[in-house]
């Protein structure tokens, strides 16, 4: 597994307690699961996604990936409507391990509070987090 | 005897049974027909089934091989935690093949299965009376079955109360199949985290508790093996909100004969009969996960329940608060007459010895490899203890390769990277039918394993070598599974 020094972090996007990625472009928000996250959890064999068109609060739970090790929860990084899932994903999880920010995004989402992703992390904050 | 278990030796290929199929080649000789043939309707015929054409001898050589490429607790140790793999004595295996068990027919009718029903009775008050509770059904088939029941139950019992609630709590701790329980009940989960001594904390319980909480979904001892110490104060808690307490009674095997969860207040348990009451399981046999409750529940369990009547055994079906069935006829019977002979083999005080010598062997394991392996709850355990490879990581060596390389010593590997609060958890339950003898070498391979980890990794990262299949692509297995012979 690789040091946290090792890690890929983009500055260009916001990072949660949980480990996803969020990256907004006017209020449409892409999700997923960050450099660390997709280490951890190793191998990736399946992504469990929502529909198009549920909503959810922020931190609900909207799907799950599943590794060769365990299954992990997603949470919404922000509240909102789906507008896309990646569909790739059906047939080739590994696009999560192999392109975690851009190939293996997971899902866009409608944000309903513009606000909010400006309380998530950024990158040193995140990388605090992570050092403990 | 010093020497490791595993070793090398003969053993055969053996091909799929399909492709020994041969035309015409049979392993029965059919009597005659004593009958006129006659057309069935089309509407009642189809393609037949693709089944293999093979002699005896083809289909024993073939199990015969197949069990020998295998690993099972009458082979070796098998320390698979939250699983309770003890040995599965052969008196249960015979008395269940006694005629007139075996013979029993569903559908004979409750005059010729007086027999049947009077064990299925004095099963289910053995299991009252060593769990602590008023009444118990047979008839869920497994233990993520009898949770289920028991959701169902406490579910009824809202209903009945006039309100039904919306959220279950279910800690971290808890066994993995709870929240899928729930869910099919139609609630929520709330997921509540242990306390720094891997048990829940009674604030934190009090602070998610409210009168829109079904329950709470306890596992005790938990998936850390650890003994939730304010189980009584939580019940409290719950029940003051109304709500009611599911215990998971999967890790039983700790407790047996020392405390009954219907003393400490938990209002529905499950059983595993195939975990704690030796019936053979992981392949070996279907499941079977009684559920006991308190008088106040009694109304719910499922139909059809056994009642005695002076001296006759009835089956009753007339219970309008009923969950109504969860299993064709009347569960596994097979299995309750092993897990019935199990009973009075020990009694009660070998049912206590069971306990307490779980929890010896396995508080023995811990002290013993806790210089070996990162122990990351460093407290006295129940019947096991989770250790993680945190010792391991700066030679690159996981979890994963120690527990395969356990193979090659001649061990089944341990659970791994499970309970989820453990990163990287190795799993051990060494139960109570495993001698000092066995253990010891167990914890010797271990031992050495750990060895090998510093000075011959590669050793690791290629195991197994000596079984019959070795590292298998769990990867293209689960990506791309392949799932007809």
């Given amino acids: 597994m690789k040091e946290i020094d090792d890690l890929n972090?983009?500055?260009?996007?916001?990072?949660?307690?949980?480990?996803?990625?969020?990256?907004?472009?006017?209020d449409t928000v892409t999700i997923g699961i960050n450099d660390y996250a997709q280490d951890q959890l190793g191998e990736i064999v399946f992504?469990?996604?929502p529909e198009v068109g549920d909503t959810f609060s922020a931190e609900d739970e909207f799907g799950s990936v599943e590794s060769?090790?365990?299954?992990?929860?997603?949470?919404?990084p922000i509240s909102g409507e789906i507008v896309a899932v990646n569909e790739n994903l059906e047939d080739a999880p590994e696009l999560v391990n192999e392109d975690c920010y851009q190939g293996g995004w997971i899902i866009k989402v409608k944000s309903s509070d513009n606000s909010e992703i400006n309380e998530l992390m950024d990158k040193a904050a995140y990388l605090e987090m992570l050092k403990g | 005897m010093t020497?490791?278990?595993?070793?090398?030796?003969?053993?055969?290929?053996?091909p799929n049974v399909w492709d020994k199929s041969r035309d015409g080649r049979c392993?029965?000789?059919?009597?005659?027909?004593?009958v006129d043939r006659a057309p069935l309707d089309p509407a009642l015929t189809g393609d037949a089934p693709d089944l293999p054409q093979l002699s005896e001898l083809d289909v024993v050589r073939h199990y015969t091989r197949l069990s020998q490429w295998n690993f099972g607790v009458d082979s070796g140790m098998y320390p698979l935690g939250s699983c309770t793999m003890?040995?599965?004595?052969?008196?249960?295996?015979?008395q269940a093949a006694r005629q007139g068990f075996a013979g029993a027919h569903p559908l004979a009718g409750e005059a010729f299965s007086q027999g049947t029903l009077r064990l299925m009775y004095e099963l289910e008050q053995y299991l009252a009376e060593i769990t602590g509770y008023a009444g118990v059904t047979l008839q869920p088939a497994a233990g993520a079955h009898g949770e289920l029941a028991g959701m169902l139950i406490i579910h009824a019992y809202h209903a009945k109360q006039g309100r039904q609630r919306s959220k279950i709590i279910i800690p971290d701790t808890a066994h993995g199949t709870n929240p899928a329980s729930a869910t099919l009940c139609g609630y929520k989960s709330i997921n509540l985290k242990s306390g720094p001594k891997g048990i829940l904390e009674p604030d934190a319980v009090a602070a998610v508790m409210d009168e829109d909480t079904a329950g709470i979904m306890i596992t005790n001892p938990n998936t850390l093996g650890l003994f939730e110490e304010h189980i009584k104060e939580i019940c409290d808690i719950v029940h003051a909100k109304g709500g009611l307490?599911?215990?998971?009674?999967?890790?039983?095997?700790?407790?047996?004969?020392?405390?009954?969860?219907g003393d400490a207040g938990i209002d529905v348990l499950h059983l595993n009969l195939h975990k704690t009451f030796s019936t053979p399981h992981g392949g070996g046999g279907p499941g079977s996960g009684p559920v006991a409750v308190t008088e106040a529940l009694i109304p719910f369990l499922p139909v059809p329940r056994v009642e005695k009547e002076l001296d006759t055994f009835k089956l009753v079906s007339d219970c309008p608060d009923t969950i109504g069935r969860m299993h064709t006829f009347y569960g596994h019977f097979g299995v309750m007459v092993k897990a019935y002979a199990y009973i009075l083999s020990m009694g009660p005080r070998g049912l206590l010895d069971a306990s307490r010598l779980a929890v010896l062997n396995a508080n023995y394991i811990k002290d013993s490899l806790k210089d070996t392996l990162n122990l990351p709850y460093d407290r006295p355990c129940m019947h096991e203890c989770v250790f993680n490879d945190a010792r391991q990581k700066s030679y690159h060596i996981t979890t994963m390769d120690m527990a395969k390389r356990l193979l090659d010593y001649g061990f089944h590997p341990p659970t791994v990277y499970f309970p989820l609060v453990v990163e990287g958890a190795f799993m051990v339950e060494p139960t109570e039918t495993e001698s000092k003898d066995d253990i010891d070498q167990f914890i010797n391979a271990v031992k050495a394993i750990a060895k090998e980890a510093e000075s011959a990794p590669e050793k690791l990262t290629r195991a197994p070598v000596l079984p019959k299949v070795t590292r298998l692509d769990e990867v293209s297995?689960?990506?791309?599974?392949?799932?007809?012979?």
Wanted: hydrophobic residues 35%; contains cysteine.
């Fill in chain 1, 9 to 26: 972090l983009p500055e260009d996007v916001k990072y949660t307690k949980d480990h996803e990625w969020a990256n907004a472009e006017g």
């Fill in chain 1, 47 to 49: 992504v469990e996604l």
């Fill in chain 1, 68 to 76: 060769v090790k365990a299954v992990s929860e997603l949470y919404m």
């Fill in chain 2, 3 to 14: 020497r490791q278990p595993g070793t090398s030796g003969l053993i055969f290929n053996e």
């Fill in chain 2, 27 to 34: 392993a029965i000789s059919l009597p005659r027909a004593d």
């Fill in chain 2, 86 to 94: 003890k040995y599965n004595p052969k008196t249960n295996e015979v």
């Fill in chain 2, 245 to 261: 307490v599911y215990g998971d009674g999967a890790n039983m095997n700790a407790i047996m004969g020392v405390v009954k969860p």
């Fill in chain 2, 477 to 485: 297995a689960a990506r791309k599974p392949c799932l007809r012979g």
